[in-house]
């Protein structure tokens, strides 16, 4: 089935050393994105991909990068990190930038990285 | 700006009894609505969607939802509970504009008692 897939499921690091998280698609979407999720908390979009066009969002601390070598796989890196970035790293994709009528979801979601901090 | 609002952190259901899971918003001009769940350790998964047409909406797993302009709300829905329903909730708004950005409440953990 076509889905979103992100690796590790669980990601352990040290305070400060640099750790990479993994997305790929199989839906050929335009668009990826990367949320971090805190413990019963709403998603909180980091940043997003429309193709190669990298958009950050505001209150996106530097630490946390992207890449999107090719339409199927996109990356965080997080370059030091620190307690409070332990949280659930969600990856989504959609299709297009804007919804049209006829979409099924505006976004798919893989199953999250949980990452932890020691 | 746009936002969501879901009111009740937790919501407590009998197995076979109706549930309800609110939520409002505020946007400009005219909404598109979500839910999706998300059950422990796992991403988000698409529920329903409101655009336009009919207000009551049906979705995955025999939820529905009802679509209320006067009182901005999307409230989620479901005659009888299972026990498996219980996750987490999550409501989701984007501008009639159409913009990707989705703006999500804070969620609702949903826990139906056998």
């Known amino acids: 089935d076509a889905m979103v897939i992100q690796n590790p499921r669980y990601q352990v690091t040290q305070f400060g050393k640099p750790v990479t998280l993994s997305c790929s698609q199989t839906?050929?979407?335009?668009?990826m994105y990367w949320y971090q999720q805190k413990s019963s908390q709403a998603p909180k979009l980091l940043f997003h991909y429309y193709d190669k066009d990298f958009n950050n969002e505001a209150d996106t601390p530097d630490n946390f990068q992207s890449r999107r070598p090719n339409t199927s796989f996109c990356f965080l890196d997080i370059r030091s990190p620190g307690l409070g970035d332990a949280a659930m790293y969600l990856c989504a994709t959609s299709r297009n930038l804007w919804l049209r009528g006829d979409s099924n979801q505006p976004q798919h979601f893989g199953d999250g990285t949980r990452l932890s901090i020691l | 700006a746009q936002s969501v609002a879901q009111p009740e952190d937790q919501v407590n259901v009998a197995e076979g009894n109706p549930l309800t899971v609110k939520c409002t918003y505020s946007v400009s001009g005219n909404p598109y609505l979500f839910w999706y769940v998300q059950y422990p350790n796992r991403g988000l998964q698409f529920l329903l969607k409101y655009i336009t047409g009919d207000n009551l909406v049906k979705g995955s797993y025999g939820f529905e939802a009802e679509f209320n302009k006067s009182q901005t709300s999307f409230h989620l829905k479901k005659p009888s509970a299972l026990v498996s329903d219980s996750a987490l909730y999550f409501c989701a708004v984007s501008p009639r504009a159409g913009s990707y950005q989705l703006t999500f409440g804070k969620g609702t953990k949903l826990s139906v008692i056998p």
């Open positions: 839906l050929n979407h335009n668009v």
